[in-house]
């Protein structure tokens, strides 16, 4: 072999006065691609340089040149690179040198990752077997994006485009593989591993440009949705339209598990939801309609989704639909991992994550799923050996289900619906293989209907006003226009979401022993208000749970000890804090107070909403109620006039005559109107001088205090 080491001074001075290989009518240049040393005899290409012995003495005496000559000529077109500036070659320079040429762009995301844009056809222009035609692929559409989001140039869909981290192992492959075909020869890790790193710091310096998991926002109202396919194609909607678009701004990261989406079809049919739900309440069914088709809304707070029932219910049925309509996944339905690095990790990377026959959530992990439900981030140390920090950020899509709820704490239960699944009728089982079938089957006519019903939202979307005052206000504002895009009313849906809200209270309570333990205590004890310091009220119910015995030791299991149970009377309030709303609904409000000697918390019992109780009289209010023939008409685009239903409520004596009035001047409503709004209308008439009290007074009509009448007549009176 050629020696091929560092030059001495005296060959670089020989280098630097040799006129050339010109008098033997050669000339070496570099190839463009590859990097690689071409000889050239009389304009020609003559062959490709090798650092062999046996080569350079065969080619010297072909063209009778000397030895000498040809060994400097080599080693000075190897301190050359294209641009004429002189270096040490080396593989590494060479991969860098190779990629650049290959690669479309050099960009880094958000997070400073480097990324590289690449085109998936081959060096000859043809598409492999892999990126052949489909026969059902649409016509070519183009949509003009945001400056940001613009093309980086005409596509076609013979050209897609992929971009990959330059850390990555996909990269990684990309390179080598161009490599062996340019040059003829491998490189080696160490080549590869140097190169990505230059060209990872050199993204440092390029444009900065924000990636997204499968959706993104385009704008005002208008949104992108990634096929991940190989075809690099995507869904773009907004209030004009949806249409399937080739030519696509290179914004999505894709990861190994990432499965292409099903093409949708136009003229699409929800109802074929229904024979996965197995739900009783109409509301429940409409609720989990209205979440799946939300997540085509990217960038805002969605409701969780969470499923219980006993084993062979089929649970995750819906849960996998939901997969394969919003973000079809190799992985398929995830196990919840245990430590909470991987599970952040896994929620990162999916859009839609949902997590199959979980037992029971830790704090932490509920911490987590909250944060990801409506926005959230998380920083850890990149290496022990440094203080360089790796962040993530994302807002997720989450689904979990189970026997029983894993759900302990109210922050989560408030940003999830449950859905309790029932039995699967005899006859009615289908085997895997039959549901996949039936989901692949189903799939592009839902995705279609779901495509037609999120653009009739986004028109109605800017006039929406719930009254519905719930914590997942987005989800509420698109849940309406949902609604109202599939043929329902506000109502509907906000009755809907109400409903399971109260379910949620019930199992809000069942989870804290904390609340459990005070509406004991105060039922059995007799007692209307306790009022304290929390150290005096956690002590009054340890001792009335284990009272002493003869020898003066408490007597019983310790509730002091029962997990579940606080230690300190700063977590009984913090507790009772959590659940203070969930305890109004069952007659008990939680208050705080403080004085400059100490601070004290006060329950007092009430009469729980709806009631039976001296002085209370029954009326009757006409109410339009969702049934399953009305969804199944709406979903199928075939809605008819509702009837109305009688709704009883409990209305206390002493508010009668206002109660009264107030149904009254209901009737003259023209449209929905909040409890200040009607305030501000009916007090002096009324007599009524604070708002609260007038709050108090249509707590009947609805658990959050909000009233509403969609058309004149909506509700009306008649006493028993």
Known sequence: MVNTG????????????????????????????????????????????????????????????????????????????????????????????????HAIEFFRDQYHTGYATITAKGDDGDRGDDYSESPSAPALYTVEPLEVLKPLSPSSPSSPKKIFPINSKQFKWWIADLYHKTTKQTASSEAIKSASLVLEAQTQNQKMRILYNRFAPNGDLSYWWDMGDDYGRAIHYDKDGWEIVYDTPPIFRRYPHTMPLPVPEKDGNLALFLPYLSLTEPGDKLLAIVATIS???????????????????????????????????????????????????????????????????????????????????????????????????????????????????????SRNALFPWVPIKAGERKTDAEMMESISSDAPKLIGAMLDVIVKSINIYPDVKPTLNARMADFVKWGI????????????????????????????????????????????????????????????????????????????????????????ANSFSTMLTEVAESLETFGYVFSKSRTKKSRGIKIEKRSALGSDGDGQKTFDLVKIP????????????????????????????????????????????????SPEDMFTAWSDELGITSLEEFKKLILVLGREGTIYQPTPGYWKLTEN
């Open 6 to 101: 560092r030059l001495t001074d005296k060959v670089k001075e020989e280098i630097e006065q040799l006129p050339g290989l010109t008098k033997y009518e050669c000339h070496i240049e570099r190839a463009t691609i590859g990097g690689g040393l071409i000889l050239c005899h009389k304009g020609k290409s003559h062959s490709e340089i090798k650092d062999t012995n046996k080569y350079r003495d065969s080619v010297c005496e072909e063209l009778k040149i000397p030895r000498n000559d040809f060994d400097l000529a080599i080693t000075s077109a190897k301190r050359k690179t294209i641009d004429g500036e002189n270096i040490d070659e080396n593989p590494g320079a060479i991969v860098v040198k190779i990629a650049k040429n």
């Open 295 to 413: 997540y085509l809304i990217p960038e805002v707070p969605h409701i969780g989704t969470t499923i219980t029932g006993r084993q062979g219910t089929g649970k995750s049925t819906l849960h996998r639909l939901m997969q394969n309509l919003i973000d079809p996944s190799s992985a398929d339905l995830l196990t919840l991992p245990s430590k909470n690095d991987d599970l952040i990790q896994t929620i990162e990377h999916h859009y839609l994550s949902i997590f199959d026959n979980i037992g029971n959530l830790t704090s932490s992990q509920s911490d987590i799923l909250c944060r990801a439900i409506t926005g959230g981030g998380n920083e850890k140390r990149e290496l022990y050996t440094t203080d360089d920090s790796f962040i993530r950020r994302f807002i997720r899509c989450i689904g979990i289900n189970g026997i029983s709820v894993p759900i302990e704490k109210s922050d989560l239960f």
């Open 481 to 568: 226009a949902i609604t109202k895009s599939i043929g329902l009313n506000q109502s509907d849906f906000e009755e809907a979401y109400k409903a399971n809200l109260s379910t949620q209270d019930d199992e809000i309570i069942k989870s804290s022993m904390v609340a459990e333990q005070v509406i004991r205590y105060m039922e059995e004890t007799n007692q209307t208000l306790l009022e304290g310091t929390a150290t005096k009220i956690k002590t009054s119910i340890e001792e009335w749970v284990n009272p002493l015995d003869g020898y003066g030791r408490p007597s019983g299991d310790l509730l002091s000890k029962k997990p579940g149970w606080p230690r300190t």
């Open 626 to 673: 969702l049934t399953d023939e009305r969804l199944l008409e709406a979903l199928s685009g075939e809605v008819v006039e509702p009837v109305g239903e009688i709704k009883t409520v409990e209305v206390p004596k002493s508010i009668m005559n206002q109660f009264k009035r107030i149904i009254e001047l209901m009737g003259e409503l023209d449209e929905k109107a």
